[in-house]
């Protein structure tokens, strides 16, 4: 069983206004020059208050039930659904990611809406999301590089809580890594503390492949990300 853990810097991540637009529904031409101050204040912010972390954990130990559209990872059952299951079905391995913006982001978009400054809360919110992603890509970049010399190929990565998979098994995942260097912590509906964090799976073997565009998979039809790729595609 293999690990890794990461520290970000902010820098790393190479967020621009720009994309930070496009996630808030700009389009070209719109007028933007407010929006877009605020947008880079924020972000200039985020250098100094995120606390970018992330880890994976690769289990060797795994099984697939075709019958269930069940994943099996160290005698710990997963329901995973019909879709999740489809991707990583052919995988090997399994590791299990956890990745976090840190604290602070989230205090700043809740304390914006309850001083009623609804915009700015919203990008604080966006703008987490972006940074957790964004470094997630990074974790998820550099463990294909590591397992490519091996022959093997990674999945993309898959959460609970999307594609039917619910999100109440994120504590069974959590259960899997009981030295939990991103700090995250679950509430008993499995919601994550930080909010802007986010966990789940991501398969590895030499059958499997990565898919550039997944969210015709997903059954999520008001997610803001699936707006924006399917603007991008």
């Not at 099984?63 to 995973?80: A, C, G, P, R």
């Not at 919110?125 to 463990?143: K, P």
């Not at 294909?144 to 109440?168: M, Q």
Request: net charge neutral; glycine share 6%.
């Amino acid at each position: 069983m293999d690990n890794k853990t990461y520290q970000f810097d902010f820098k790393d991540l190479k967020l621009t206004s720009s994309q930070v637009e496009t996630v808030l529904g700009y389009k070209d031409g719109d007028d933007r020059a407010f929006v877009t101050g605020l947008i880079e204040e924020i972000l200039t912010e985020s250098q100094e208050i995120s606390n970018i972390k992330a880890q994976f954990t690769v289990f060797n130990d795994v099984q697939f039930d075709i019958d269930t559209k069940s994943l099996e990872i160290n005698k710990t059952k997963f329901q995973i659904k019909k879709i999740v299951f489809g991707q990583i079905k052919k995988s090997d391995s399994v590791a299990i990611f956890l990745c976090t913006a840190g604290e602070e982001i989230g205090t700043r978009s809740r304390k914006a809406m309850q001083e009623r400054d609804f915009l700015k809360g919203y990008i604080y919110d966006v703008v987490g999301s972006e940074i957790v992603e964004a470094a997630a890509d990074i974790m998820q970049a550099d463990l294909e590089k590591t397992i490519l010399d091996s022959g093997k190929k990674i999945t993309n990565r898959y959460s609970p809580g999307y594609c039917g998979w619910d999100v109440a098994e994120q504590h069974k995942l959590f259960h899997l890594i009981p030295e939990n260097y991103c700090g995250i912590k679950l509430t008993p509906s499995a919601l994550m503390d930080p909010v802007k964090s986010i966990s789940g799976i991501i398969g590895i073997g030499t059958k499997v492949r990565h898919n550039p565009y997944t969210c015709g998979l997903c059954d999520m039809k008001d997610c803001n990300f699936r707006k924006v790729r399917k603007k991008t595609t």
